[in-house]
T-cell receptor, first 112, second 113 residues
């Protein structure tokens, strides 16, 4: 099993602050995914990164895939209370792209 | 867009009884579905892969006789928790492969009393 180490596990910040969540591994991946999950709901896909060094932006969220395709980061600029949730990185199981292994997750709380 | 539903969204049952959870792909066919379990403030853990028309594949440590999976059609997979115990209380989430990606259902909260 290719493990994903996600950090930090918990993050509590004030509205307007910036933050970065990391997803690291010793394995090389063809792609990594980032999900956001709210309490009592299923995870929602934010982005898939596939190319080493790739940077993708989704409004105030910036996702980066490491050059060696072993790690990824999620940076949120000027966090808002609506960003509160569980952020998960994952990788797929080869030919079965829906068979996902998740990192431990980062619980983000943004206080007004 | 591709939509996956789960039913029920929450269920409370007594210890020793069995509970069935349904996962449906509403607007696409899914030969493969997945069942995950999530405990409070934790990540998702894959339990099993559900294959239409064949036996499910269970992850290490998941009891196949306790968590019965049936994938009888291209749009429906069911997970039955047999002889449920309080430690089976969890959030069960399914996902379905289709249209080049996978899509998660909204989850089912199971509470065993």
């Amino acid at each position: 099993t290719q493990l994903l180490e996600q950090s930090p596990q918990f993050l509590s910040i004030q509205e307007g602050e910036n933050l970065t969540v990391y997803c690291n591994s010793s394995s090389v991946f063809s792609s990594l995914q980032w999900y956001r999950q709210e309490p009592g709901e299923g995870p929602v896909l934010l982005v898939t990164v596939v190319t080493g060094g790739e940077v993708k932006k989704l409004k105030r969220l910036t996702f980066q895939f490491g050059d060696a395709r072993k790690d990824s980061s999620l940076h949120i600029t000027a966090a808002q209370p609506g960003d509160t949730g569980l952020y998960l990185c994952s990788h797929g199981g080869g030919t079965s792209y829906g068979k996902l292994t998740f990192g431990q997750g980062t619980i983000l709380t943004v206080h007004p | 867009g591709a939509v996956v539903s789960q039913h029920p969204s929450w269920v409370i049952c007594k210890s020793g009884t069995s509970v069935k959870i349904e996962c449906r792909s509403l607007d696409f066919q899914a030969t493969t579905m997945f069942w995950y379990r999530q405990f409070p403030k934790q990540s998702l853990m894959l339990m099993a892969t559900s294959n239409e028309g064949s036996k499910a594949t269970y992850e290490q440590g998941v009891e196949k006789d306790k968590f019965l999976i049936n994938h009888a059609s291209l749009t429906l997979s069911t997970l039955t928790v047999t002889s449920a115990h309080p430690e089976d209380s969890s959030f069960y989430i399914c996902s379905a492969e289709g249209q080049g990606s996978s899509y998660f259902g909204p989850g089912t909260r199971l509470t065993v009393t």
